[in-house]
DNA sequence: CGGGCGGCCTGGAGGC
DNA sequence: TGCCTCCAGGCCGCCC
């Protein structure tokens, strides 16, 4: 269940031991993730290649390489990235390997296989449908409680929906949904569009502190996440409402309450948030 | 067109 | 212990 500070963490730890070097070659064991994956696009923008830089863009891993290529990488629910020995055995539901100028090898592993490896020309991001729907940036400049007020005018969606909506915002998943409407006060059924400025200025602030929270205590790890060392995240010990049904809430006594919401998960304190 | 929901997929948890 | 069912959820496509 990677959310932003999940792909961040993966992004910052991954940073210092790749730049600079250069991907060799590449095997595809399984094709089979969200879409098939390309073995003529990995070739041509990747292969003979070094790394120049690692970004990220709402969930997406973006690889800068050489002379314009990009290696995107998405982790869907169960995707990792595992940094080790060529040597070091395989692990299972390992689909798409990379070989370095070294000794080490970049492996991308999903027992889900929702996730997504694909490389492309880097001038071509931003004309890819995948990219060009991608509402704002939570971490970014433009993300304000004005624009978001100005936004969300005459949606009737539920305000957790709406954050969770890529188009409008990315890198919200269900945990920092919950964890950040908690924060704010704000109840989950809530329609956006019926937020008022203030509200939306309390709640802009809120998924930034979460997100940032969770950025430095190395992301969430109630399941799945594993950065590229192997590394847990911490920040599961410090979630007020996700996960923590019937438990006491920390503000106010009261009990967490679980919703289904768009068939999902949604938790919160029907005693702090209105 | 906005919004809801099912399908994809597998491991792990819980029930019996 | 073992088998079965259900649940987790990011994203897309389909439907109303």
């Given at each position: 269940m990677p959310e932003l500070p999940e792909v961040e963490t993966v992004r910052r730890k991954l940073l210092p031991h790749l730049v600079g070097h250069r991907i060799d070659g590449f095997e595809i064991y399984?094709?089979?993730l969200r879409y098939p994956v390309r073995s003529r696009n990995l070739q041509r923008w990747v292969v003979g290649r070094s790394v120049e830089d690692i970004q990220r863009r709402s969930k997406y891993l973006l690889i800068h390489l050489e002379k314009n290529g990009c290696l995107v990488i998405h982790f869907g629910m169960s995707g990792r990235i595992i940094l080790c020995a060529a040597d070091q055995p395989r692990e299972d539901h390992v689909h798409v390997l990379f070989r370095l100028d070294d000794t080490r090898e970049l492996r991308f592993r999903d027992p889900r296989r929702f996730g997504l490896v694909d490389a492309l020309e880097s001038s071509e991001l931003e004309r890819d449908r995948r990219f060009a729907t991608l509402g704002l940036e939570?971490?970014?400049?433009?993300?304000?409680g004005r624009e978001l007020y100005d936004r969300s005018?005459?949606?009737?969606?539920?305000v957790k929906n709406f954050l969770m909506d890529s188009t409008r915002v990315v890198g919200v998943g269900h945990i920092y949904a919950s964890e950040a409407l908690f924060l704010a006060g704000v109840h989950p059924k809530r329609a956006a569009g019926r937020l008022g400025p203030g509200r939306w200025e309390s709640l802009v602030a809120s998924v930034r502190q979460v997100l940032t929270a969770a950025i430095e205590r190395g992301g969430t790890t109630l399941r799945d996440f594993h950065d590229s060392s192997g590394a847990k995240g911490e920040f599961q010990d410090h979630?007020?409402?996700?996960?923590?049904?019937g438990e006491e809430c920390v503000r106010c006594g009261g009990r967490i309450r679980r919703v289904v919401l768009a068939g999902r998960s949604t938790y919160y304190c029907p005693g702090c948030q209105r």
């Open positions: 399984d094709h089979r939570p971490l970014s400049d433009e993300f304000t005018r005459g949606s009737r969606k539920p979630l007020r409402v996700y996960d923590r049904s």
